[in-house]
C-alpha cells in the first residue's frame, strides 16, 4: 500500500523559511517523480513543484510563483520528498500536498498525502 | 499557463440521478507523444484528493464504474451515472500535458439535494 506521509508545516512570519517532508513507504521511491501541490484557503488545487526519479535525473521544475523561493528535492537512500520554502509570503499559506506521480511527471497524480498546514502571517 | 474552466462550479444532484461536470481548456491538450493528458480528481471533505480518471477515459485502480470521462481537444467531461452519497465533495479537472505548467480547474462542489 502506498503510503505519503508530510511533515513540517507550521506557522511562520513573512520571510521566514520552512523545509517540509514526505516519507514514503509501499513503492520503489527512486524510479518514480513525485510532485508537491498546494491549496490555499477557499481556493482551488495549485502544483507547486515536481522533480523527476531517477530515470529521469532527478530534474526539477517549480511553478512561477514559487520559483527562486522554493526548491524541491528528495533523499532516495530515505525514501523522502522535500520542499525548502524560503521568503515565504502571506498568499503562500495553504494545505500542501506530497504527490506520486505515474512513470512520468505528465502520466498520472496517482496517490495523494494528507497534507501539511502551512500558515504565513504576522 | 492553459485556463482550465469547469462547469457548473456547483450542482446539487438527487441521489441515485446521474451528473455530469465540464471543463474546458484554453489550448488543446493533445500532447506531441500523441495522448492527452487530462485528468479528473475527487476531494471529499476532509480528505486529500483521489484520482479518479486520467488520460481522459481510464479509470484508476480502485474507482467505481459508474465514473466514466469523455472528451477530446479541449472540451472534456466527467459523468457519474448513478450519484451516491460518498460522491460528495468537490470535483478537479487538472491537465498535464503543458507540463512544467500544471493547471487545474477550480472545482465544482458535488452535493445532494
Known amino acids: 500500500e502506498v503510503q505519503l506521509l508530510e511533515s513540517g508545516g507550521g506557522f511562520v512570519q513573512p520571510g521566514g523559511s520552512l523545509r517540509l517532508s514526505c516519507t514514503t513507504s509501499?513503492?520503489?521511491?527512486?524510479?518514480?517523480?513525485m510532485s508537491w501541490v498546494r491549496r490555499a484557503p477557499g481556493k482551488g488545487l495549485e502544483w507547486v513543484s515536481s522533480v523527476n526519479g531517477v530515470g529521469g535525473g532527478g530534474v526539477t521544475y517549480h511553478a512561477d510563483s514559487v520559483k527562486g523561493r522554493f526548491t524541491i528535492s528528495r533523499d532516495d537512500s530515505k525514501d523522502t520528498l522535500y520542499l525548502q520554502m524560503n521568503s515565504l509570503r502571506v498568499e503562500d499559506t495553504a494545505v500542501y500536498h506530497c504527490?506520486?506521480?505515474?512513470?512520468?511527471?505528465?502520466?498520472?497524480?496517482?496517490?495523494w498525502g494528507q497534507g501539511a498546514l502551512v500558515t504565513v502571517s504576522s | 499557463d492553459v485556463v482550465m474552466t469547469q462547469t457548473p462550479l456547483s450542482s446539487p444532484v438527487t441521489l441515485g440521478q446521474p451528473a455530469s461536470i465540464s471543463c474546458r481548456s484554453s489550448q488543446s491538450l493533445l500532447h506531441s507523444d500523441g495522448r492527452t493528458y487530462l485528468s479528473w480528481l475527487q476531494q471529499r471533505p476532509g480528505q486529500p484528493p483521489r484520482l479518479l480518471i486520467y488520460q481522459i477515459s481510464k479509470r484508476f485502480s480502485g474507482v467505481p464504474d459508474r465514473f466514466s470521462g469523455s472528451g477530446a481537444g479541449t472540451d472534456f467531461t466527467l459523468k457519474i451515472s448513478r450519484v451516491e452519497a460518498e460522491d460528495v465533495g468537490v470535483y478537479y479537472c487538472m491537465q498535464a500535458t503543458h507540463f512544467p505548467a500544471i493547471t487545474f480547474g477550480q472545482g465544482t462542489r458535488l452535493e445532494i439535494k
Open positions: 509501499g513503492f520503489t521511491f527512486r524510479n518514480y517523480p
Open positions: 504527490v506520486k506521480a505515474g512513470l512520468f511527471v505528465e502520466d498520472k497524480f496517482e496517490y
